[in-house]
């Protein structure tokens, strides 16, 4: 199972835009950085390791605390917290997934999807969670509140690191293709230089030719 090939492409681009490094490297550091190297982030999947553990948890203990006070929540806030819950649940089991095949398998849209999603959604709801007064946090919340913040926070951090080191190895490679392809064409490139009105020549008068036996 993966995400869809128009998503994967958008957050292809995404990570692309984002994490790729400004600068222009050279061929050394091209044949260096392309070499065979482990992206994948150890911390980041030790994290997402105890993640999953601790989850239902958080869950267990959010809805037990939301059974004790939910006679003395405002309706308002009732309806946000249920809502809440049904959101984090389902996002949460997504997130997870894309991190875990993103970081292990180096899948660069995977891991960009779950930075995205940590970072803009999980990560803001569970601070509205732990900051807002009104929805009269109980000790055991504000804790596994606390935790879950720290794993979301080190999991965007560390996620931001990997994709920025797989976007950069996947640039090298292409980079050092295209220096292979120069240097296997040498003749090519200076004809090229010298002559480049004869670039596309050859389609040009294929389509004159074309279009003369047509007419």
């Known amino acids: 199972m993966s995400l869809p090939e128009p998503l994967r492409r958008r957050l292809d681009t995404f990570s692309r835009t ?10 050394q550091y091209l044949a260096d950085r392309a070499g065979i190297e482990i992206i994948s982030s150890l911390p980041l999947q030790m994290s997402l390791y105890f993640n999953v553990y601790f989850f239902p948890f958080w869950w267990l203990s959010t809805v037990v605390m939301l059974h ?35 970081n292990l398998q180096e899948k660069v849209p995977e891991l960009a999807g779950f930075w995205l999603l940590s970072l803009f959604l999980q990560l803001p709801v569970i601070l509205f969670l732990l900051f807002n007064e009104g929805l009269k946090i109980q000790l055991l919340e504000r804790a596994v509140h606390i935790i879950f913040a720290l794993f979301l926070s080190f999991q965007v951090i560390a996620a931001f690191v990997t994709l920025k080191r797989m976007v950069n190895k996947l640039a090298a490679h292409f ?38 036996l047509r007419s």
């Open 18 to 27: 984002v994490f790729t490094d400004s600068h222009r490297p050279g061929p």
């Open 68 to 102: 004790l006070k939910y006679p003395v929540l405002s309706d308002y806030y009732k309806f946000i917290l249920v809502t809440i819950m049904i959101l984090v649940s389902l996002i949460e089991v997504i997130r997870l997934y894309l991190g875990y095949l993103g």
């Open 175 to 212: 980079h050092l293709n295209e220096f292979d392809w120069l240097e296997e064409h040498p003749a090519r490139v200076k004809k090229r230089e010298e002559f480049p009105w004869l670039v596309g020549a050859p389609v040009l008068a294929e389509e004159s030719h074309t279009e003369g």
